[in-house]
């Protein structure tokens, strides 16, 4: 019998061909995988309008890891350059929000990133206060609503090194200890609202100063006549010294304004803001 050549696929048996194909499968899944993490890198960065390294790390360490959007409404103002990174002026307008439970500012790349923490209540979701930046780095503002979703805004300021870890010009020759705790304020009527600009004088030392403790205000409460609360805010030393707030209410409250804070070392402070025209 003559013998008859086959062509030299027909050679390969079934179980040959399904590993050929596995073999090409495994070749492309694996090159899907080697591009995996730098889509990922990709996707987060695209994420941040800012395209901060550090934002992942604001989420699970300032944030607690809860749920956070990037939204327009969260507006925050403040030099695109400043020149004194210890005294940087911030706005914050969460109000096109609605009712916002909570209030957060931050900067992504300060040794301490948060600078403070504000509980409206019966105030609008709007602030102003200078805080200090360390350098060029995003601020940012989050505004936590009902649904428990932190709505995120931010802008990115250029400023030069050691906002945070330089003593003030003002920190040895302000005589603290006739000034310490000081307020001076004021309330009027603008429009429907009243509108709040409140200082109190502290050092607001940062603990990264050679030789100079962490010093701080820690609270600020403010309340009606009748002492119901109107906002309370929680004070981290990134503020900068003597930091001068202006707040909104939404409705006038009646009477005078009682302000209380406290300090890292256990000092109280008591104070009024009349309504002025």
């Not at 009902?146 to 250029?158: I, M, N, R, T, Y």
């Not at 502290?202 to 006549?225: E, K």
Request: overall charge neutral; aromatic content about 6%.
């Amino acid at each position: 019998m003559t013998p008859r050549t086959l062509p030299a696929a027909a050679w390969r048996s079934p179980d040959a061909r399904q590993t050929a194909a596995n073999v090409g499968r495994n070749a492309m899944l694996l090159a899907l995988l080697c591009l995996l993490p730098q889509a990922a890198r990709a996707a987060d960065q695209a994420a941040d309008p800012l395209h901060s390294v550090m934002w992942e790390v604001m989420q699970r360490t300032v944030l607690q890891g809860q749920p956070a959007v990037f939204d327009d409404r969260v507006k925050v103002s403040l030099p695109r350059q400043v020149e004194d990174g210890q005294r940087v002026p911030v706005s914050v307008d969460a109000s096109a929000l609605g009712q916002v439970d909570e209030l957060l500012l931050f900067a992504d790349y300060n040794p301490l990133p948060l600078a403070l923490r504000m509980r409206p209540l019966r105030l609008q979701p709007v602030f102003a206060v200078a805080m200090r930046v360390n350098q060029a780095t995003p601020v940012r503002a989050a505004a936590r609503t009902a649904d428990g979703v932190w709505h995120v805004g931010g802008q990115l300021v250029d400023a030069p090194g050691g906002g945070c870890a330089l003593p003030t010009a003002t920190r040895n020759s302000t005589d603290w200890g006739t000034l310490l705790g000081r307020l001076y304020g004021r309330v009027w009527q603008q429009d429907a609202r009243q509108r709040i600009r409140l200082r109190i004088m502290h050092p607001m030392d940062t603990g990264l100063v050679g030789n100079t403790p962490r010093f701080h205000l820690d609270t600020l409460r403010l309340s009606d006549a009748a002492g119901q609360p109107l906002a309370e805010l929680a004070l981290q030393p990134p503020l900068a010294e003597n930091p001068l707030f202006t707040l909104q209410l939404a409705s006038p409250a009646p009477g005078p304004l009682q302000v209380s804070a406290s300090d890292s070392d256990g000092n109280f402070y008591h104070g009024r803001l009349q309504e002025q025209p």
